[in-house]
Nanobody, 127 residues
Framework: QVQLVESGGGLVQAGGSLRLSCAAS????????MGWFRQGPGKEREFVGA????????YVADSVKSRFTISRDNAKMTVYLQMNSLKPEDTAVYYC????????????????????WGQGTQVTVSS
């Protein structure tokens, strides 16, 4: 029904930047919320941030708020994660996800409540 494809990952030196893309297709409605997660080796999946298709409201986790920015292009059905000043601890597989309404709070940090997931894209930051 809904397909999500991440791209833009790769190998980058500490202090560098990457922009990840998540292209959505299928029946993605304006009421959906898009989330970004990451998972490093041997670690639990971590919430990075979220964005609304409608209006473009964003939320970014405190741990990366000063360095990461989330945006979207409704015409292209694509959401972005701009990552600046990358650190080795940012190394992880990054996933985008989509959540259907209804919800009391549009910001959800728990992976369980998201309905669709992309395949992930690897980000490796070298020292």
């Amino acid at each position: 029904q809904v397909q999500l494809v991440e791209s833009g990952g790769g190998l980058v030196q500490a202090g560098g930047s990457l922009r990840l893309s998540c292209a959505a297709s299928g029946r993605t409605f304006s009421t959906y919320v898009m989330g970004w997660f990451r998972q490093g080796p041997g670690k639990e999946r971590e919430f990075v941030g979220a964005i609304k298709w409608s209006g473009g409201s964003t939320y970014v986790a405190d741990s990366v708020k000063s360095r990461f920015t989330i945006s979207r292009d409704n015409a292209k059905m694509t959401v972005y994660l701009q990552m600046n000043s990358l650190k080795p601890e940012d190394t992880a597989v990054y996933y985008c996800a989509a959540r259907r309404p209804p919800f009391r709070n549009w910001v959800a940090s728990t992976p369980d409540v998201y309905d669709y997931w992309g395949q992930g894209t690897q980000v490796t930051v070298s020292s």
